[in-house]
């Protein structure tokens, strides 16, 4: 199993940067991918990017693109969102989860941050 903890959220205002962690433990090396989700009040959830933990692969969500960029530090066993220009309509909370290698769904969530943007 992978254990994965994010910290980092906040308030800030419309243009701000902030940056989130995901710390992950555990069965690290079955670990195919981590991604990052999010959920606005009164929505669904959100898949907002992800990365390939070997290969460092990622993918974003339109309205991410190019504000947003994730990575990771395998060292630390973290993966980062760096969250540039916020807007709004970005506040949510934010969830990292893990991807085992052969699954095809997230299975491994974390608690989230609450990343609150105002206007």
């Known amino acids: 199993q992978v254990q994965v903890t994010e910290s980092g959220g906040g308030l800030v205002q419309a243009g701000d940067s902030l940056r989130l962690s995901c710390a992950a433990s555990?069965?690290?090396?079955?670990?195919?991918?981590i991604g990052w989700f999010r959920q606005a009040p009164g929505k669904e959830r959100e898949l907002v990017a992800t990365?390939?933990?070997?290969?460092?692969?990622?993918w974003y969500t339109e309205s991410a693109r190019g504000r947003f960029t994730i990575s990771r530090d395998n060292p630390k066993n973290t993966v980062y969102l760096q969250m540039n220009s916020l807007k709004p309509e970005d506040t949510a909370v934010y969830y990292c989860?893990?991807?085992?290698w052969g699954r095809g769904t997230y299975d491994y969530w974390g608690q989230g941050t609450q990343v609150t943007v105002s206007s």
């Open positions: 989860a893990a991807r085992a």
């Open positions: 555990g069965r690290i090396s079955s670990m195919y991918g």
């Open positions: 990365i390939n933990w070997t290969a460092g692969d990622t």
